[in-house]
């Protein structure tokens, strides 16, 4: 959502573009566009590091930080590329291995801006087909009060996906704007939103992280803005000694409409807040993956082990509008990234761009239910989802661990839910963002045979509750063989086949680093129906009845109000709720404020073994099971039971057959004729009384 001042802001903008480039005028962005040129003249150098040079006739203060020995060569632009705004166009030539900058004094009146026409560095590109573009060219404070721009001559710059960028500038604008320009006012307003928007970014930082930062920021990575031809983040300049530190945010002056320089805004910043998180080294490597495709964006098939530098940008978005691309909401990567060509089938899902948005707000996102891209028609099919909750502080905490590919997100993402315990969702969490798998295996028996008419399905127990992956209804052939269509789950997760009323889980664990698109060979896989347990109790609820809490006993206490008998049943009958989470956990969770009744506890109730001997299958359970149940009626401490259920005993369709034990104790509370609460607390014990109702 745009808040109050963004829209002011951005309304306002939207009126002075219209003004100043409501007009179109010649396009340049053609690279074939003529130049011509005034007489040139050659300035010979031989400057000690940190001396300056003016030239006379076109009166430049040129600045040697390294010292130079060269000629340059410097003439007017009489003709050529449309500038970006009024000025003086000027011409340079001299030996790409030197350092040589323009200064010019830092005047309150008016600020120095200076583009070069060229290969923007900080956009995306192809090499053998590249849009040469008004560039803005970064500045840096000198001595004395004034600021300093490199000149770069045309040359193969650094290394973008294996392939040199060609880039470098020399024909040069340069344009002082008073600052009671419309062009400074707009200017203005955009920089206004962005130093909002980081400022907003740096606030929702943990404290620890938030100071690394804005040290950063203030000392070590501060940004400068400027209205350009197009779009970009440029983390560095490079001079003839390497890589320095120029981070620069440039946004399309052409622009008009408010929610698209939002999100511009917001992209770019997102580069540059990542630049702030990760640090240099980090950005450079993120920064050497600029796609060569200028065509690129969410959807668009890449290499996750080698691309990664677009989804901080999507993530700022995302954290400022709620959208990536001004479109869809990355929480439902379904909308984000499929496509009848793009799905998990056809593409190693985590490869995507887009993919690592789709990750990351996952973990911030609170609807359990999300649409299915496994699904591979155009239905919008929904499923459940695992929801970690994460804030926007923790989530950046992810991202300043500095990944520069897929998996080394992953892996951070998994420290993560170490540290809030919820580690064991990662695999349902991944599946169904698409980073599930395709298998196919051969069922056999013990004896290596393959076994005819199986069925599977995979499936994975975490956070307290049973998720489901892939399903095949085609059950085996006389060669046992067997393929599960998609969505198993990464990691280890369980395959649960079928035989008829039979069912047997075998555990199977996928590198998180096979690609989805490839199918997994698991080979033979041995499923003994001979000597099978009982299938775990379901992920749902169940009652457990305890016995009649009618009894009590309360050595040397004789005032004991007359008629005092404490309830024997709860209020979903006689049966105090549990919930399994369908591999042999138990859950107490049952709670009725209104009748003043909880009971909380937990334990096991897992398969025992399965008695052949009678006209049908029996299946017996080992249970082990603590809980505390409370009757405080209208808050009044009426009594508590504490117990242990052990032991081993049947289920059939509904009922446990009462062999279990229940060992614990009974207190009583009672007020005494000076109102004052009293208890007594004593052995009680349920033999052949507890049983398992499956409602």
Partial sequence: MLKPVHIVILCSLAILFIILFGCNKKDNNDPEGGWSLGDKTSIQVSASPGEELTESTHNLIF?????????????????????????????????ANENVCLVFPDDT????????WGINPGTTHNVESTKESWVAIPHFNAAGNRIAFNLLMPQDMDFKNSQAVHSGFNYVYIAQIDKNSTFWEKENLVAADLANMIRRYTDSLAPELKEVVQN??????????????????????????????????????????????TASVAHESGHYMMHVLGGNDTYLTLYRQMPQNTLHGPGTIANRSSYMVEESAYFSEYFHTGKVSSASNPEEPRMLLWDMNNMPIKADYPGIEGFGVAML???????????SVWETTNKLVTMDAPVIGAPF???????????????????????????????????????????????????????????AGVKA?????????????????????????????????????TLRFYQGTDSLDVEINIDWTR???????????????????????ENKDYGFYIGSFWQYECPNVVNIPTGYIPRNYNASGEYITCHSNGV?????????????????????????????????????????????????????????YTGTITGVDRLDAYFTSRLLQCEGTMTLYWFDNQQQLQSCSYAKNFNNQTCLHNY
């Fill in 216 to 261: 950063r920021i203030f000392t070590e990575i501060p940004y400068q803005f400027s209205l350009g031809s197009e779009p970009c983040y440029l983390p560095f300049w490079w001079t003839a000694g390497g890589y320095v530190i120029r981070a620069s945010l440039t946004i399309d002056k052409s622009l008009i409409d408010p929610v698209q320089i």
């Fill in 393 to 451: 502080s923790d989530i950046f905490g992810i991202m300043a661990k500095g990944a520069t590919n897929m998996d080394q997100l992953r892996t951070h993402v998994t420290q993560y839910l170490v540290t809030i315990d919820k580690d064991d969702l990662l695999s349902p969490l991944l599946q169904r963002l698409g980073w599930g798998y395709y298998v196919d295996m051969r069922i056999v028996d013990k004896n290596g045979a393959p076994l």
């Fill in 361 to 371: 707000a996952s973990l911030h996102r609170t609807n359990s239910q999300v649409y």
């Fill in 584 to 640: 042999g956990s138990i859950e107490f969770t049952f709670n009725n404020p209104a009748s003043g009744e909880t009971c909380t506890g937990s334990g096991t109730v897992l398969p025992h073994h399965i008695d052949n001997s009678g006209w049908f299958p029996i299946n017996f359970y080992s249970f082990n099971l603590t809980f505390e149940y409370k009757f405080t009626p209208d808050g009044v401490p009426f009594y508590k």
């Fill in 109 to 116: 009146t008016k600020r120095t801006f200076v583009w070069g």
């Fill in 457 to 493: 399905r995979n499936l994975c127990m975490a956070g307290g509750k049973t998720w489901y992956g892939g399903y095949y209804s085609t059950p085996t052939g006389n060669d046992g063989n067997y393929t599960l269509p998609g969505e198993v789950f990464g990691g280890t997760s």
């Fill in 63 to 95: 600045y040697f930080p390294e010292g130079a020995s060269c000629t340059i060569e410097v003439a007017d632009i009489l003709e050529g590329e449309e500038p970006p705004i009024e000025g003086r166009g000027y011409y340079f030539n001299f030996p």
């Fill in 515 to 537: 690609k989805t698109d490839e199918t997994i060979h698991l080979g033979d896989i041995t499923v003994d129906f001979t000597n099978i347990l009982p299938p775990h109790l």
